[in-house]
C-alpha cells in the first residue's frame, strides 16, 4: 500500500506538469520527447479549455490544481497538431448512444455479442466510457481527452452490465481485426479465463493496445482482463490525486489515473457523473490514442504499440 501511494504522489506530480515529469518522459525516449511535450500541451490545453462554461468540466478534472497547468505552455486551438490522425479506440462496454450530440459522427461501426436486442447503450456505462475518450470538441456538453479519434461501438456487456470472458475475447478479436489501434475494455471478470489471455496476447501482436479496470473491491484482488502482461491495468484517483477508495490497488496494476466523479455522456443526451476504475481506463485510452499521433516507431519491429505503452508507463505508473 505504501508503494501505491508513492506512485500516486508522484501520479499527482505528473498532473502538475512539474519539470521533472517531462524531464522523466524525455530521459525515456528520448526519440519523441518534442513531441510528448505537444500531447501534453495538448492535455492541459483541454483541460483549461473544460473552464469555459459551455463546457462542463473534463472528466477526471483536478480542478483545484488547474492553476499549475497554466504554467505549461500551451498551444493555440489553431496550432495544435498532435491529433492528426483518427486513432480507431475500441469500447468493449455495454453500447454507446451514438445519436448523444456529444458523440455525433465517432461511432464507425458497432457489433453486438450479446443477448441485448439492440447494440446501443441501455445500462449507460459505455456512452459514459465514451465521452470520457473522445467526446467533441464542438462547444457542448464535454470535451474528450482525444476528440479526433473514432469509435468502435464493441458491446460485450448486456443491458444490467454482465459480460463473460469469452464474449469479451470474441470482442477484442473483432476490434483487432477491424482497425482499433485502442482497445478500452472497462469490464472487470473476477475468474481467470485461457481465452481472454489468449485474446489480449493476439491484439498486443497486431499493434493494440488493451486497457482495462483495475477493478472496485477497493482490495489487491486481481481482476481480468487487467491482470494479464500485455494489458495495462489501471487504478481509479480522486480529484486530489490519493487512490479512490474504491479502486483495486496491488503490484499488478501498471497506472493510475481520475476515476471518481467523473462527468461525461450518458444516453439520451444526457450528462453525468460516475466513479470507477472503468472510467480511469477510458482516462488512458484516451491518452494512448493521443501518444499514437507522436510516438516513432523507435526499436523497428513495425509497430508502435510498445512505444505507446512505454509512453504511458514512464508517466503514469504507480512505482513500486
Ligand atoms: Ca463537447
Ligand atoms: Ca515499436
Redesign the pocket.
Known amino acids: 500500500m505504501n508503494k501505491l501511494l508513492v506512485g500516486v504522489c508522484i501520479l499527482l506530480a505528473a498532473f502538475l506538469g512539474e519539470g521533472w515529469y517531462l524531464g522523466q518522459v524525455q530521459s525515456e525516449l528520448m526519440e519523441t520527447k518534442v513531441e510528448l511535450v505537444d500531447a501534453w500541451n495538448r492535455i492541459a490545453h483541454l483541460e483549461r479549455q473544460s473552464r469555459v462554461p459551455s463546457?462542463p468540466p473534463m472528466p477526471g478534472l483536478y480542478a483545484d490544481q488547474q492553476w499549475e497547468l497554466t504554467q505549461v505552455q500551451a498551444p493555440t486551438p489553431g496550432g495544435i497538431t498532435t491529433e492528426n490522425r483518427e486513432i480507431l479506440v475500441a469500447v468493449l462496454d455495454t453500447g454507446i448512444d451514438a445519436k448523444h450530440e456529444?458523440l455525433k459522427g465517432k461511432v464507425l461501426a458497432e457489433v453486438n455479442f450479446t443477448d441485448s436486442p439492440t447494440p446501443h447503450d441501455i445500462y449507460g456505462h459505455g456512452t459514459h466510457t465514451a465521452g470520457i475518450i473522445a467526446?467533441?470538441?464542438?462547444?457542448?456538453?464535454?470535451?474528450g481527452v482525444a476528440p479526433e479519434s473514432r469509435l468502435m461501438n464493441v458491446k460485450v456487456a448486456d443491458d444490467m452490465g454482465w459480460c463473460q470472458a469469452s464474449v469479451v475475447a470474441l470482442g477484442i478479436i473483432w476490434a483487432v481485426d477491424n482497425g482499433a489501434l485502442v482497445i478500452n475494455i472497462s469490464v472487470e471478470i473476477r475468474e481467470p479465463s485461457a481465452e481472454l489471455e489468449e485474446a489480449v496476447n493476439y491484439a498486443w501482436s497486431q499493434g493494440a493496445v488493451v486497457i482495462a479496470p483495475a477493478g472496485n473491491k477497493g482490495g489487491q484482488s486481481p481482476v481480468y482482463p487487467a491482470f494479464y502482461a500485455n494489458c495495462i491495468a489501471v487504478a481509479a484517483t480522486r480529484q486530489d490525486g490519493s487512490l479512490a477508495p474504491l479502486s483495486n490497488y496491488g503490484d499488478w496494476v501498471d497506472v493510475a489515473a481520475p476515476g471518481f466523479n467523473i462527468y461525461s455522456t450518458l444516453p439520451n443526451n444526457s450528462y453525468g457523473y460516475k466513479s470507477g476504475t472503468s472510467f480511469a481506463a477510458a482516462y488512458v485510452s484516451g491518452l494512448a490514442a493521443l501518444l499514437f499521433n507522436v510516438v516513432r516507431d523507435t526499436n523497428g519491429d513495425n509497430k508502435t504499440n510498445d512505444e505507446v505503452r512505454a509512453a504511458l508507463d514512464s508517466a503514469y505508473s504507480i512505482k513500486r
Open positions: 463546457e456529444d467526446a467533441s470538441n464542438n462547444g457542448i456538453g464535454i470535451t
